[in-house]
């Protein structure tokens, strides 16, 4: 098992930035495929980035491609998502997630492991 804590979120004017960090417990972070998920409300929650063990290859949704970057530092037991020109439409709690699965899936319950979730809230 693993557990994850996310810190970085905060207020943020539209064009701005924040970095989102995620810290899991255990020694075997490393053998998870990390995800980035977000809800707001009255919504569901919605994929927005992953990055695969081992590899590290980046999977992004398309409201969010070419703005956010999600990496990872496995001495640190650590996943970041920067985001980038932030929009009002980026507001929502986002949630850390952590999968060992060999299948890869962009929902929910593809994914065995979450955090608290923060708060981004972007003002126009």
């Known amino acids: 098992q693993v557990q994850l804590v996310e810190s970085g979120g905060g207020l943020v004017q539209a064009g701005g930035s924040l970095r989102l960090s995620c810290v899991g417990s255990?020694?075997?972070?490393?053998?998870?495929?990390m995800g980035w998920f977000r809800q707001a409300i009255g919504k569901e929650r919605d994929f927005v980035a992953r990055?695969?063990?081992?590899?590290?290859?980046?999977y992004y949704a398309e409201s969010v491609k070419g703005r956010f970057t999600i990496s990872r530092d496995n001495a640190k037991n650590t996943v970041y998502l920067q985001m980038n020109s932030l929009k009002p439409e980026d507001t929502a709690v986002y949630y850390c997630?952590?999968?060992?699965?060999?299948?890869?899936?962009?929902?929910?319950?593809?994914?065995?492991?979450w955090g608290q979730g923060t708060q981004v809230t972007v003002s126009s």
């Open positions: 997630a952590a999968t060992g699965r060999a299948i890869l899936l962009q929902t929910v319950s593809g994914y065995d492991y």
């Open positions: 255990g020694r075997t972070f490393s053998t998870y495929t």
């Open positions: 990055i695969i063990r081992g590899i590290d290859y980046t």
